[in-house]
């Protein structure tokens, strides 16, 4: 008698042709993930059975997070042949629980002496008999007994949902502008959840922001490394443009030129990591710099698509969000992101372009100081666990 | 670590003398016996003890000292210890300027005592007006630091404790010495103190080691239950290392030093400098200014990037109080004292000890300014 754990996938039934392909991808990060607690993963009859656990809990809590994972099984695996240990085990897994159940019996191995109906009736009838607290009900029952018969038999009542989507690599990569709030680790979560490899950018401004700013930011890229695993991370020093755009340009407008810069420098940094869109947080109207004309403003400064998956989320649904992700007490710390000193008091919230085009061209070499921003960026390899990272940074 | 920076954040905590790390690492070396055991290398810890209880007693002219964990467990077994033996309710007085270890206890205190304030003037001193009319027959408790450690305010204690005398003459007088032992005399009985607390690691000692000096009361309820040290007053086994690095810290600090000369050329040179330049705090050449603490405030430019700046030019200094800057909340003490709201944004702590060089205060001195030069156009629009 093993414990295992029965790991279930959905949208990638879905697929066609290329399902081994989705298949293999969400085997290999689901090793990945397991790694720490198992090296025994199989694939076979449409599931993954990860075997020989050593911490059966973390090992549910790592590969619950994998994208593409439907649900987690805890489950008992043993020798079919003998029904009364079966049964046993079974009343063994009830023992805990009150209320009302069922047994659901599959069996696939189809020379098996007993079909599913007389499978689910015996077993049924042992767990009453066994557990007078319990009753069955067939349609709305609140626990359900698995019992798969395969090459061995299988047993599990506990059914741990996953995360969902697609496994990690599936969709190509993606540059996540990655701030110390709220919003963005949620955006970036959304289009990971899809498949995405997610790199992140950050802006850093010392003096202006300080170490602790920093630290949390690369905390936030290590809890979205825990579903989708290693999340490399440029740091940006952006200290000499927001600098020159508080001396060139026009307050009112200070904000969107930053803005356009960063989304500028970010897609320099695409182009280089071949990544084929860029992610914000933004969502209409939260601040003057996300109303849709400065959307519009921002946007032409990417040659690649910009996803916002929050775009049509209020605030609180985003906190909500954060809070299931696990980012919003980290997000919640107080070191400031981004100085106000740079933050204007009254930020146009319905600009024009042409005036946008004049307080950026007021300041002299803005594409040098972009492109010394893009070359000096610092590289982190973010993991899980710090251990997992990368330990020698580099610079682009 | 970095030899070439400049640590200006003393308040905060300082680095253990090189006796300290030696009395340190042979205390967890060879003597690491149980000070409570029976055989002889247990007898010669629990002596090593008592030596250093018997030194800061001298020192400060104690009746009894209890080890503890710190400046923070000090006082709170002063205050809670006091106000948990106490079967009349009552008034708690605490000073505005004080530190939250103290702030903090007194309001945690039973329901029966009412905790209040007592008000600063603008220089961070405790308003003796104020204290005298807060005063009543059944105030129970006193507490007023010796230095702000946010301020350098070094409080009117004599005065407290005249007037605590004359107008509650059974109220327990409580000070945290945390920033002022051995920088300032102290002899408690003759102050009127009935406990005072102090830290190791703010005079080169170890973290994690303090204690709380008792003059002539003693009913104080213990706040920690177990095996009966310190005369049942702290149960656990005694932090032995602590206590030997405790005693060659007391032992080694320098008691001339030349902190006072330093702050001031400090001062000095940065208000000819920075015209902007404001003093949260007593005046620095006063007498109510301790050696040790400066606070200034360099507006428009706000501590967190100023700090920032001059840590990468090697020079550490602190945003108000280090207990508090990881917080995005503005000091209670400055904030008592009616500082500004420019000069709260932008409150800086300088904090020296007896080892700063002249060298560091000119290379301090240099970094402030050029941060400053740098910042100071870069003002919210």
Redesign the interface.
């Known amino acids: 008698m093993n414990d295992i754990l029965l790991v279930k996938y959905a949208e990638i039934h879905l697929k066609g042709l290329n399902r081994p392909y989705f298949q293999n991808l969400l085997l290999k990060r689901v090793k990945e993930a397991v790694r720490p607690f198992s090296r025994d993963v199989q694939f076979y009859d449409s599931r993954i059975f990860i075997r020989g656990i050593r911490d059966v809990d973390a090992a549910v809590e790592r590969v619950r997070k994998v994208f593409g994972v439907h649900a987690v099984c805890p489950a008992v695996e043993m020798d079919k042949a003998d029904f009364n240990a079966i049964c046993a085990q079974a009343a063994n897994l009830m023992a805990s629980l009150n209320g009302t159940f069922k047994v659901r019996a599959r069996r696939a191995d189809k020379r098996y002496f007993l079909d599913s109906p007389e499978i689910n009736a015996r077993i049924g009838g042992f767990v009453l008999e066994n557990h007078p607290g319990l009753k069955v009900d067939v349609h709305q029952p609140e626990h359900v007994l698995n019992v798969e018969i395969r090459d061995q038999a299988l047993l599990y009542a506990r059914e741990v949902p996953g995360v969902g989507g697609l496994p990690t690599g599936s969709s190509g990569k993606a540059m996540l502008m990655l701030s110390g709030g709220i919003d963005s680790p949620v955006a970036g979560y959304m289009i990971a959840k899809r498949g995405v490899v997610l790199n992140a950018v950050h802006f850093f401004s010392?003096?202006?922001?300080?170490?602790?700013a920093r630290e949390k930011v690369l905390s936030l890229a290590r809890i979205l490394a825990g579903y989708c695993g290693v999340v490399k991370t440029y740091v940006v020093s952006f200290t000499k443009l927001q600098?020159a755009i508080?001396?060139y340009c026009p307050?009112e407008y200070?904000t969107l030129v930053m803005r356009r810069l960063m989304v500028r420098i970010t897609d320099l940094l695409a182009e280089r990591e071949r990544a084929a869109a860029l992610i914000t947080g933004e969502s209409i109207g939260q601040v003057a710099s996300q109303t849709m004309e400065a959307l519009a403003v921002t946007d032409v400064m990417s040659s690649r698509p910009v996803f916002r998956p929050l775009i049509g989320f209020d605030k609180i649904e985003i906190i909500h969000l954060a809070e299931n992700i696990g980012t919003y007490e980290t997000s919640s710390l107080?070191?400031?992101d981004c100085?106000?000193?740079?933050?204007?008091?009254h930020p146009v919230t319905r600009p024009k372009i042409s005036k946008v085009l004049e307080a950026e061209a007021a300041i002299p070499q803005a594409e040098a100081l972009v492109a010394v921003a893009v070359e000096t960026a610092e590289i982190l390899y973010i993991g899980p666990d710090e251990a997992d990272d990368t330990l020698s940074s580099e610079t682009a | 670590m970095n030899n070439n920076m400049v640590y200006l954040d003393n308040a905060a905590t300082t680095r253990p003398a090189r006796a300290v790390i030696d009395a340190v690492t042979i205390s967890l070396g060879e003597g690491f016996f149980n000070p409570s055991a029976l055989y002889k290398p247990s007898v010669e810890t629990a002596r090593e003890i008592e030596r250093c209880r018997k030194l800061i007693k001298s020192s400060l002219q104690a009746e009894q000292v209890v080890f503890t964990s710190g400046g923070t467990e000090a006082n709170n077994l002063a205050i809670l210890g006091h106000l948990g033996n106490l079967r009349q309710g009552g008034r708690v007085l605490y000073s505005q300027a004080e530190h939250p270890s103290v702030k903090a206890a007194c309001q945690a205190a039973p329901e029966k005592f009412e905790a209040i304030g007592i008000p600063l003037d603008a220089g961070g001193r405790i308003n003796l007006q104020s204290l005298s009319e807060l005063l009543t027959a059944d105030t129970r408790m006193v507490c007023v630091m010796q230095v702000n450690n946010e301020t350098g305010a070094i409080q009117p204690l004599g005065d407290a404790a005249e007037l605590v005398r004359e107008k509650a003459p059974d109220a327990w007088f409580h000070v945290d010495g945390v920033q002022g032992f051995l920088r300032l005399p102290m002899r408690i009985k003759d102050a009127g103190i009935d406990s005072y607390a102090l830290s190791g690691h703010k005079i080169h000692g170890p973290k994690g080691i303090g204690a709380l000096a008792l003059g002539g009361k003693r009913n104080l309820e213990p706040r920690l239950f177990g095996g009966g040290q310190e005369a049942g007053l702290r149960s656990g086994t005694e932090n032995t290392p602590g206590i030997a690095g405790l005693f060659a810290a007391v032992l080694d600090f320098p008691g001339e030093n030349w902190m006072r000369s330093h702050k001031l050329r400090l001062y000095e040179h940065l208000k000819a400098a920075i015209p902007t330049l404001s003093i949260n705090g007593p005046e620095p050449d006063s007498l109510d200014a301790c050696d040790h603490i400066i606070n200034l405030s360099f507006p428009p430019v706000r501590a967190e990037t100023m700090l920032h700046a001059m840590e990468a030019k090697g020079v550490y200094v602190s945003h108000g109080s280090a207990c508090s800057s990881r917080k995005n909340r503005h000091s209670e003490t400055l904030k008592a004292m009616g500082v500004s709201r420019a000069a709260l944004a932008g409150a800086i702590r300088f904090s020296l000890s007896p080892y700063t060089t002249e060298k560091e205060i000119e290379l301090a001195v240099r970094a402030t300014i050029e941060a400053y030069e740098a910042l100071k156009a870069f003002t919210r629009r």
């Open positions: 010392f003096p202006y922001t300080g170490e602790l600098e508080h001396t307050p200070s107080p070191y400031e100085c106000t000193v740079f933050t204007p008091r």
